[in-house]
């Protein structure tokens, strides 16, 4: 059993790659639940979401979230109605949010309600949500503290963050499953997300970070950062307000506590010898997922990379 | 003022011809809330979207319920998550009921709903419900009791119909300004709705009925049976349910102890003497609307028999 921890975009085309080369049925993610929403009165899960279409198939190739082909004719008259729109929803998208909000509201966990949606999507791996309490990551800006999708949606993250934290993450708990998962896995895969609010709310939960130290599985991580820059979104300016270099170094020291290996850029090849001192091992590959086969070979380097770690 | 009690279909076309007679902002509707039903979790009111769908120029015209032109995306996916399809909603048309669901979350009631998104499309007719507290009409069945979706939409109207209630009309009061409009108004006009399920509901609602016997406006209704059958839907059936005839007659007996004035179509002229004998004024016309120039003559008739009243 491969579990991967993961945010959504990249973690979402890591997994595309991962079930090319181990059935999905071996596969369990443990997703990101900090930036949940309450959107147009439902409760939206975008990382949870990212991943359950990449493993249905469905996910948007262009946008990276949401359904592909989807339209926004909803979109277009909540706008005349006066609702907010910077945050948009899809018309297809929508069908997950009301069935997960309903299921919510009959007293069911976000466990159980993922898990009735991907059933229904047949997706054979398992989706787990970090934890079934909330969790909300704010980022703390000069003039105020957002929310995650404030920060990156509304506001493009534009704003300097000076900090991140996560709210409810004290008292939450992992989310049935997870903690189990972690323990027997073969290997434990850290997807390309952003080490600060996509993994980070994750090992803010009580009981994961723990149970990364004392699993008996290697547990490898793929960097996000490439030639000292992330992939995508926020993750570099996000790192530099946890005081975290901008470079595989910042990444390694955030998960220094746990990682075996590290996946890092041919790009970054050259600036690695800090990363090998924390004792963690390092793979040199191409980490840029454009194509099927870019994916399938990252997630072969990382399954390589696993089996290579002396436990 | 004129005040419209209506349902959905046959009072949606009936307001759009009125609205071509008079100003929107001499209009005010009361409109049937007993159809309202919670569907994929948000309050759906199809009677009220119809008549604001119908006032903001945007009632599909082919379907006569639901937005011109609204595409069933949502309702796909839905399909896929294993939710209840039978009663459909479309994508632009979930805006309404999401918008309507939040508003009503926060404590507002139906009436300010209901203002909020009538403002929002910018009509100037005022649409009321008839009450803001929960008044379900169930159809009751050899097999057991309907509510009026469920007899209506999912069993296609089928089942013998041997009675009907409105579950909390007992308790139920008018909205805000109901009973107001019907005082002041000068003329109240019973759209060409069902007697029963359309009209029934609104007349259920404690002080309705009474301030319709004692307004000093005429009251005028348009019959919705034409030549002994319903022009749509199952009006017939549900009046003989309730004993009444499916004529005219029947018509001016749901409502003889308030009513002025009833305009009939030209295949009913022959068998109106009934009708006269319960002291109620009849005016002859076409009432079938097929064209913007049938409703727009609809109205004036009615408007005139209004008129000629004499009180």
Redesign the interface.
């Known amino acids: 059993m491969i579990v991967v921890l993961t945010g959504g975009t990249g973690g979402a085309k890591f997994v595309q790659g991962l079930e090319q080369v181990v059935p999905a049925a071996q596969i369990t993610t443990v997703v990101n639940t900090g930036d949940d929403l309450n959107w147009?009165?439902?409760h939206v899960s975008p990382d949870l979401d990212s991943i359950t279409y990449a493993m249905a198939g469905l996910l948007s190739r262009e946008r990276g979230w949401g359904?592909e082909g989807?339209?926004f004719?909803?979109?277009?008259?909540?706008a005349?109605?006066?609702?907010p729109t910077w945050f948009h929803l899809?018309?297809?998208?929508?069908?997950?949010h009301?069935?997960r909000?309903?299921l919510l509201?009959q007293g069911k966990t976000l466990t159980e309600a993922t898990e009735?949606?991907t059933r229904?999507?047949d997706i054979a791996s398992r989706v787990l949500p970090m934890t079934d309490t909330i969790v909300q990551t704010r980022v703390i800006t000069p003039t105020g503290e957002l929310s995650f999708q404030e920060y990156f949606v509304r506001e493009r993250w534009q704003p300097e963050a000076t900090g991140v934290r996560f709210i409810g993450s004290e008292s939450a708990r992992p989310a049935a499953g997870v903690l189990e998962a972690i323990h027997k896995a073969d290997a434990v895969v850290i997807a390309p997300s952003n080490p600060v609010t996509s993994v980070g709310p994750i090992l803010a939960v009580p009981g994961i970070r723990e149970e990364l130290r004392e699993t008996s599985a290697p547990v490898v991580a793929v960097s996000p950062i490439v030639g000292g820059a992330a992939v995508s979104g926020p993750a570099g300016k996000l790192m530099q307000s946890q005081g975290l270099p901008v470079s595989i170094d910042g990444v390694a020291r955030a998960y220094a506590d746990f990682l075996d290996a590290l996946i890092i850029d041919e790009m970054d090849a050259g600036g690695a010898s800090g990363v090998e001192s924390l004792g963690i091992a390092l793979s040199v590959t191409n980490t840029i997922m454009q194509t099927s086969s870019d994916k399938e070979a990252l997630a072969r380097t990382a399954l390589s990379a696993a089996r290579a770690v002396k436990k």
Do not use: K, P, S, Y
Request: hydrophobic share 50%; proline share 0%.
């Open positions: 147009w009165g439902l359904v989807d339209t004719n909803c979109l277009q008259v909540i005349r109605l006066g609702a899809g018309d297809r998208d929508l069908a997950v009301l069935v909000t309903q509201g009735m949606i229904q999507f």
